[in-house]
T-cell receptor, first 111, second 113 residues
Framework: GESVGLHLPTLSVQEGDNSIINCAYS??????FIWYKQESGKGPQFIID?????DKRQGQRVTVLLNKTVKHLSLQIAATQPGDSAVYFC??????????FGKGTRLSVIA | NAGVTQTPKFRVLKTGQSMTLLCAQD?????MYWYRQDPGMGLRLIHY???????AKGEVPDGYNVSRLKKQNFLLGLESAAPSQTSVYFC????????????FGEGSRLTVL
């Protein structure tokens, strides 16, 4: 089947800097994308989502960018804080099928 | 609000034993899912349900069975546990169909010896 993957398994960022977490997807038919944050010992938590008819969506301190030409998704976190340290997952779905999750990127914030 | 509740949170089984994981949600969601999470593998879908009385296979359904007799509950059963089923299991639910935010439980850590 199609896969959702990540360029970097780990990312270390200085506190206060911006973080960029990348995700590549291979299914050109995917029409919905979502980012989750998972802290140690907890279940994943929703961060932000985007549909394929958009190329950018902003939330509080987070922005998701979608480049359908190169099948690339990114999550930008502004002014990264220690509380942002977690594993981040991207996921995609094609109409009427369940979400498919990537393997995750660990973000470590250096104080 | 409780959201999505999984029980038990921890369990140790011997090979060949059976057990059931219970997922309960109080958000009146139609869709419910069971995932397993292994190191370096992300979240893999075991089974899912799009409504009371319905179930469907996901990516890794072998060795598991599920039931959705009530809308708020989704049960995951292991008939004969194997060490390969050692994992952290997450239940999730959503009221927005396949393309929508999933609400996850806190996970159930299962060890099969």
């Amino acid at each position: 089947g199609e896969s959702v993957g990540l360029h970097l398994p780990t990312l270390s960022v200085q506190e206060g800097d911006n973080s960029i977490i990348n995700c590549a997807y291979s299914n050109s038919a995917s029409d919905y994308f979502i980012w989750y944050k998972q802290e140690s010992g907890k279940g994943p938590q929703f961060i932000i989502d985007i549909r394929s008819n958009m190329d950018k969506r902003q939330g509080q301190r987070v922005t998701v960018l979608l480049n359908k030409t190169v099948k690339h998704l990114s999550l930008q976190i502004a002014a990264t804080q220690p509380g942002d340290s977690a594993v981040y997952f991207c996921a995609e779905n094609v109409l009427n099928t369940p979400l498919v999750f990537g393997k995750g990127t660990r973000l470590s914030v250096i104080a | 609000n409780a959201g999505v509740t999984q029980t038990p949170k921890f369990r140790v089984l011997k090979t060949g034993q059976s057990m059931t994981l219970l997922c309960a949600q109080d958000m009146n969601h139609e869709y419910m899912y069971w995932y397993r999470q292994d190191p370096g593998m992300g979240l893999r879908l075991i089974h899912y349900s799009v409504g009371e009385g319905t179930t469907a296979k996901g990516e890794v359904p072998d060795g598991y069975n599920v039931s959705r007799l009530k809308k708020q509950n989704f049960l995951l059963g292991l008939e004969s546990a194997a060490p390969s089923q050692t994992s952290v299991y997450f239940c999730a639910s959503t009221g927005k169909g396949f393309a929508g935010e999933l609400f996850f439980g806190e996970g159930s850590r299962l060890t099969v010896l």
